[in-house]
């Protein structure tokens, strides 16, 4: 597989949704609340408003590099050099979403990924390497106990019909 770059950008679904959230929640804090307790859950929804917004603007990864040994680097929002990052066995892989959780030297750094996020050819290859190009020890434990234990219930099935 060769090597790939998929840049980030913020996601306009997110945005949107975040707004249509917001939008609802308005009119509850009107129909229920008055006085001292409107204005403390406005100025709060106003705050948590423009922190999601601030936040929704600025992905925490700027660009996600694959080389051809499929060895990832990450290029950090807060400061703009690479960073080599590990994917975690509990990273998620859908066909609508990406939460990948890294492991690099300054921590654990956790992305949530829509396809609108990055063009699609970059959000393909980014799936296949993350479902297919990892090695066998970073796979899940937990997937790992379950299908053997569902082997050894098959196993044990096929042992009582076979002795009657």
């Excluded at 009107?30 to 403390?40: C, D, N, T, V, Y």
């Excluded at 609508?96 to 970059?122: C, H, N, Y």
Aim: aromatic letters at 10%; one cysteine or more; glycine letters at 6%.
């Amino acid at each position: 597989m060769q090597g790939f770059i998929v840049r980030v950008y913020p996601s306009r679904k997110l945005q949107l949704l975040a707004v249509v959230l917001y939008l609802l929640t308005l009119p509850v804090i009107m129909l229920f609340f008055s006085g001292w307790e409107r204005i403390g859950w406005l100025a709060g929804l106003f705050g948590c408003g423009c922190w999601s917004f601030y936040h929704l603007r600025q992905p925490v990864v700027k660009r996600i590099t694959i080389n051809a040994e499929l060895q990832a680097q990450l290029t950090l929002t807060k400061h703009s050099k690479r960073i080599s990052a590990v994917l975690l066995a509990d990273s998620v892989v859908r066909r609508g979403f990406l939460a990948l959780k890294w492991r690099t030297g300054d921590g654990e750094v956790r992305i949530v990924l829509l396809p609108d996020m990055t063009d699609k050819q970059s959000w393909r290859r980014l799936q296949v390497w993350a479902r297919w190009c990892q090695p066998q020890h970073a796979r899940s434990s937990f997937w790992r106990n379950v299908v053997g234990k569902s082997m050894q219930i098959n196993k044990q099935r096929d042992k009582q019909t076979s002795n009657e």
